[in-house]
């Protein structure tokens, strides 16, 4: 009994095409489940960043994830400057109610994120805007902008 050469061809393209489909969901899977981790981590990120200005006032964690073009926009002193307003503000009545999220630049890749909360202190409230991203190997923070309302 012969088999049609055209057959086997075939049977063999099947196969190349079912390994192909294969490698391309566990492709999308892998990025799926990957933005789905960045996305997570963005957020818990923004989320401490405010967290160790505000409430535990960590120059050094500040100092550690500016990006470099906040490095020359914040030198130390300028980082110091900002601990101090808000050591002068005191202690907040209440945890910080961070809101924001992570948006991705490309559907996949270049994570970044604004998150913003509103302090309470005894004598005023304050508001902070943070942006963060992960270029390449770590988060960063991309902006900082601190405004306190004039006190009550």
Excluded: C
């Excluded at 963005?42 to 990006?67: P, Y």
């Excluded at 130390?76 to 992570?102: E, N």
């Amino acid at each position: 009994m012969k088999i049609n050469p055209r057959s086997e061809s075939s049977g063999q393209l099947l196969v190349v095409l079912g390994i192909l489909v294969v490698l391309l969901f566990i492709g999308w899977w892998w990025l799926y489940s990957n933005k789905q981790t960045m996305a997570k981590e963005g957020r818990e990120f923004g989320r401490k960043v405010i967290q160790e200005l505000v409430v535990q006032r960590n120059v050094k964690f500040l100092a550690d994830h500016l990006s470099p073009a906040m490095r020359l926009q914040y030198p130390p002193s300028a980082q110091q400057d900002l601990m101090t307003r808000l050591d002068r503000l005191g202690t907040p009545v209440s945890p910080p109610d961070v809101q924001g999220d992570i948006q991705f630049q490309s559907h996949f890749f270049e994570p970044n994120g604004v998150f913003k909360a509103r302090i309470n202190y005894p004598a005023r409230s304050a508001e902070i805007n943070v942006a963060v991203s992960h270029p390449v190997g770590r988060w960063q923070i991309d902006e900082i902008a601190f405004t306190a309302e004039a006190e009550r």
